[in-house]
């Protein structure tokens, strides 16, 4: 059927019902363009009676560019499945015309807030959380509201303002679950909250394709959904940026102002003071016309600078945060009257025409807010004693790159050394340290990215209560009392590796870089058998002598089913497309060191690995490790459904992941099964909860610390309101501790110090193994590097193990109490991780002989 045909039998069936969809969403529009088609019309079916595919939503945008000189849509990027990320302007025709202009004039303005004469930029974002539907729909209405209307008011807004709109910032999430709830819905609909429309399966379409949470990544910039948002977000610097959510059905909107002992203590506080509260006014006034019912001031945090409504704080924006009571599906049934999708879209769709209200009424102190910001923080730049940091590796020139790309990314100034300087105990040499200067624009950005220690109001956290990436990266780094020289400012870092010689027996290269695994993992893909070193040796190469550190890969020439010719290409390729510098070894009689046939170099088995995944996992936690293999490892994994385990046949694998979740669908069959399959040889890895459950379902002597036994005399008794408050302050939300890394033990290979940080955000506590080879890592004495921490926490864990081994039978257990790979931001812990994975079946337990 032609699209042309289509249109007109919609608008046949449609036109009964588009009055009504107008006086229950636009009761006061007044007159609209006729040209423009409702979203109704266009879909073929009324707002909130279906769920609307990205590729329609989509769709109807490029129709409104199409019909009308008021909108622009571009395409941002695709998402990993394909599905385009689109960007709509909303300006009058005249603004429309030197769109670049208003932009250039904009920015210009950025850091005064001198821009009165310039059109006021302001950004709508919607559905970051897939199941989360009733904002898409709703940046329709408003897209056709901007469009068709011809309101004295909406003539205003497309005249003195840019509105920038993001329809569906998780596409592939929001496809997920709106493909859920359209094939479940029934007629008449059903309200009873466990029928099958209202509960999604595992994993949900909360999250993107990675299963991460993208509601998190605008800080880490992990994702192609985000990057290509924030490359969008820095060439407008709005004023405003909204982002829409929902919430639990029996809740009813939330709106800002949020939590005031919750604001970030970084971000200068006439923001929060002035901005929040006043549009509060705006939103209690458009919910108070529809009789909704709200609450503001007693949740939510704008700490984290990764969330859509916090990251524009860190540039003199303000962000907006709403939630509405989800239906989650077409009507669910609540404690009060059933909750529609069409009337959680009407509040949304409600408070998106009041920010637009707000905004421009309040122009002038939204400009105020801005060069209060830019005014604030250089005064907050200029007191403080710290005043720029250097970080830099000579060993990981990979982690270098994507830590630098990310600063470039949040648009921070950083520059090369004009020599190499000696700080905080560290040397920085040239060429592969850089400086970042607290004197720049972006400082607020700056300190988020560096700093550790935010002192907070609060003990009760939302999420993470710290984020300093620069420990999530492991790069060294310090902090400097008075600036540096500033040498040529970096816009990109590119690495460089040394063509690879031809060898007539050893390539060898160290672990220490970031994507030494994925050439591993290549390596063997490509049929080269690969070796590590147990113990380190020295060779003395043409252009010096070299030391190899434990861990290093070796691949010698003459132990190949590979001809020495496609091997040598084999390893060029690798060397290419992995940025790592491989050497070539003329002698295995070494300067130092193990000699390159020593028992101590050992064959490296390709990973065959599993991981169980589906009901009861953390679908982010496995997430972490689908993406870390696929988009850096470039290694495939089997993710096995639970349900499957037990006609799943153990040998085709040698390890085996499980990472935090309950497990409870592994019945006795199963757990003998996994038993058993250890006992023979294989590597099973656990993270978190999933090392508890090994620990209490006997796969391992290994233990879990003992619950505090001490309990005091007499009971405690507390106020009931106070139990959020106590109970909350107890909880690891999230904070980054030092760790005593054994790296001489495989999965401490790679590894340069033995300090470490890691990020602990759970209550898994592991009792140091009785054998003393086996505490891979443990807490150090006084392990807290930032983030808030309960002291009866801290107790527990200076007496705890990070990492530890069980070795069972001719397998082992490998114990993670803190993941390995947060948020996909972890790059330093992620190499114990892949150690694990690659080298897992090589650690054997050492006997230990009684004195
Ligand atoms: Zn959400």
Redesign the pocket.
């Known amino acids: 059927m032609t699209r042309k045909f289509a249109f007109v039998i919609s608008v046949f069936h449609v036109v009964h019902f588009a009055f009504a969809q107008l006086s229950y969403f636009y009761p006061t529009a007044g007159s609209m363009n006729a040209v423009i088609p409702t979203p109704e019309q266009f879909l073929g079916y009324a707002i909130g009676s279906h769920h609307t595919r990205h590729d329609k939503l989509v769709e109807y945008f490029k129709e409104l560019d199409r019909l009308s000189d008021r909108v622009t849509v571009q395409v941002i990027g695709t998402t990993y499945e394909h599905r385009q990320q689109i960007a709509a302007t909303f300006t009058s025709t005249s603004n429309h015309s030197r769109i670049e202009e208003i932009r250039a004039n904009h920015l210009a303005g950025q850091n005064t807030g001198a821009t009165e004469s310039v059109p006021l930029v302001i950004h709508l974002g919607y559905n970051?959380?897939g199941n989360?539907p009733s904002s898409s729909e709703a940046a329709m209405l408003t897209a056709y509201y901007l469009t068709a209307s011809e309101s004295d008011e909406t003539l205003k807004w497309l005249n003195e303002m840019v509105i920038l709109m993001d329809p569906n910032i998780n596409p592939d999430g929001r496809d997920r679950h709106s493909n859920w709830a359209n094939m479940h819905k029934a007629s008449p609909p059903v309200a009873d909250p466990l029928d099958r429309e209202h509960t999604e399966v595992w994993p949900g379409g909360?999250f993107n394709h990675y299963w991460f949470d993208l509601?998190r990544d605008w800080f880490l910039g992990i994702h192609p959904e985000t990057r290509n948002r924030i490359r969008f977000f820095h060439l407008w610097r709005p004023y405003i940026q909204t982002d829409h959510?929902?919430m639990g059905s029996s809740s009813t909107f939330y709106f800002d102002p949020g939590k005031s002992s919750s604001n970030n203590p970084i971000v200068p506080e006439y923001l929060y003071n002035t901005i929040y509260p006043k549009f509060g006014e705006y939103y209690a006034d458009a919910m108070n016309q529809l009789g909704s019912m709200y609450f503001t001031k007693e949740a939510f945090d704008k700490l984290y600078p990764g969330y859509g409504s916090s990251y524009i704080n860190f540039y003199g924006g303000a962000g907006f945060l709403f939630?509405q009571g989800s239906s989650r599906g077409h009507v669910q049934e609540t404690t009060t009257i059933p909750l529609t999708f069409a009337f959680t879209i009407r509040n949304q769709f409600a408070a998106s025409l009041a920010t637009i209200r707000a905004s421009i009424v309040e122009k002038a102190q939204l400009l105020k807010m801005r060069r209060e910001f830019f005014r604030a923080a250089s005064e907050i730049a200029r007191k403080s004693p710290i005043k720029g940091y250097v970080f830099g590796t000579d060993t990981d020139q990979s982690r270098l790159k994507d830590f630098i790309d990310l600063l470039l990314m949040h648009h921070v100034d950083v520059y090369e050394l004009i020599n190499s300087v000696t700080a905080g105990g560290e040397r920085f040499e040239r060429g592969r340290s850089f400086y970042v200067p607290t004197d720049q624009s972006n400082y607020i950005m700056v300190r988020s990215l560096f700093e550790k220690d935010i002192t907070y109001t609060d003990s009760l956290f939302y999420d993470a209560s710290t984020w300093s990436v620069i420990h999530a990266f492991g790069l060294p780094f310090a902090e400097l009392r008075s600036p540096l020289q500033r040498g040529r400012q970096v816009t990109n870092y590119n690495v460089a590796t040394k063509p690879v010689e031809l060898s007539n027996y050893v390539y060898a290269f160290e672990l220490t870089d970031y994507k030494a695994h994925n050439a591993i993992y290549q390596l063997q893909k490509g049929g080269a058998i690969v070796q590590t070193a147990f113990r380190p040796f020295t060779v003395q190469l043409p252009d010096g002598v070299k030391n190899f550190g434990y861990g290093s890969i070796t691949v010698p020439v003459h132990l190949q089913r590979l001809s020495p010719d496609s091997l040598y290409r084999l390893i060029n390729n690798v060397s290419v497309n992995s940025n790592i510098t491989i050497h070539s070894i003329r002698t295995g009689y070494n300067a130092g060191g193990v000699d390159l046939g020593s028992t101590f170099i050992r064959t490296v088995k390709q990973p065959q690995a599993m991981m169980l995944v589906g009901q009861g996992v953390v679908p982010m936690e496995a997430g972490e490790i689908w993406h870390l293999l696929d988009q850096r490892i470039q290694m495939p994994i089997t993710k096995l459904d639970i349900l499957n385990f037990n006609r799943a046949d153990l040998n085709r694998y040698n390890t085996i992941i499980m990472v935090s979740g309950n497990y409870t669908l592994l019945d006795t069959v199963a757990k003998g099964k996994l038993k058993a399959w250890v006992q023979h040889g294989g590597t099973l890895i656990t993270i978190k909860t999933a090392a508890e459950w090994a620990i209490k379902n006997g796969f391992t002597k290994e233990k879990l610390l003992p619950a505090d036994t001490i309990k005091p005399k007499i009971p405690l008794r507390f106020d009931f309101d106070d139990a959020i408050n106590i109970e909350g302050a107890k909880a690891l939300g999230g904070s980054i501790f030092a760790v005593d890394l054994d790296t001489t033990h495989p999965i401490g290979f790679g590894f340069t110090r033995r300090r470490i940080s890691v990020y602990k955000n759970n209550q898994t506590f592991l009792q140091p193994s009785a054998n003393p080879y086996n505490t891979v890592a443990k807490y150090a004495s006084n392990p807290l590097i930032g983030g808030y921490l309960h002291p009866a926490s801290l107790k527990k864990i200076r007496n705890a193990g990070s990492i530890l081994v069980g070795n069972e039978g001719s397998g082992r257990v490998v114990f993670f109490a803190d993941s390995p790979n947060f948020r996909g931001t972890w790059y330093s812990t992620n190499k114990l991780f892949l150690n694990a994975l690659f080298f897992g079946s090589l650690i054997t337990v050492p006997s230990v002989n009684e004195y």
Do not use: A, D, M
Request: hydrophobic share 10%; aromatic share 0%.
């Open positions: 970051v959380h989360e909360r509601n959510h929902e939630e």
